[in-house]
């Protein structure tokens, strides 16, 4: 039996990290955290304002989803974060080594499109640019894949899932 990944779904907002993270962790039979839920207040409320995070900001943030995915080792989970530079990565992993990403990656205008029809998100359509400028897409030596967001939720999610068997087993 393999033993469950705990997975990073991963990319700019707008790419459907809270829509897939959920099905995929229902698909995998583990538990979801949704990663807005671990920003501090003055977080939700800078970027609220339409102002970009800085990395200061984004540590504690960090530390708390890394400290989730680290107790859920040997046990799997699916968690969302925008994990959008290598140095956030390295520092999930650094608190959790078996951490694997599922990195939604997408056209513009697409995730664009979806910001602007969706409803109740603190994110606003004009941060979209910033978080494209801070976008290091996973290295090759990252354990992790690429899924193109295009499609409905189900054949993305489908496509996630495909791209996680591929990786070794997680123990």
């Known amino acids: 039996m393999r033993t469950p990944h705990v997975v990073v779904v991963m990319g700019v907002a ?3 990290k809270t829509t897939i993270g959920p099905l995929l962790a229902a698909r995998l039979g583990v538990p979801y955290a949704e990663g807005d839920d671990f920003h501090p207040p003055a977080n939700i409320a800078k970027m609220s304002a339409g102002t970009p995070l800085d990395d200061d900001d984004r540590w504690p943030w960090l530390d708390a ?12 989970g699916v968690v969302s974060c925008s994990a959008l530079k290598r140095s956030y990565r390295d520092r999930l992993r650094a608190a959790a080594p078996g951490v694997v990403f599922v990195h939604l990656a997408g056209d513009r205008a697409l ?5 602007g029809q969706r409803q109740g998100h603190f994110m606003p359509t004009a941060l979209l640019d910033s978080q494209f400028a801070a976008l290091q897409p996973l290295g090759a030596d990252e354990a992790g894949a690429a899924v193109d967001v295009s499609g409905s939720p189900d054949e993305i999610t489908e496509r996630a899932a495909k791209a996680l068997a591929q990786l070794p087993d997680a123990s």
């Open 14 to 16: 707008g790419t459907g």
């Open 65 to 76: 989803i890394g400290a989730w995915a680290q107790g859920r080792a040997g046990l799997g």
């Open 111 to 115: 995730i664009e499109n979806r910001m």
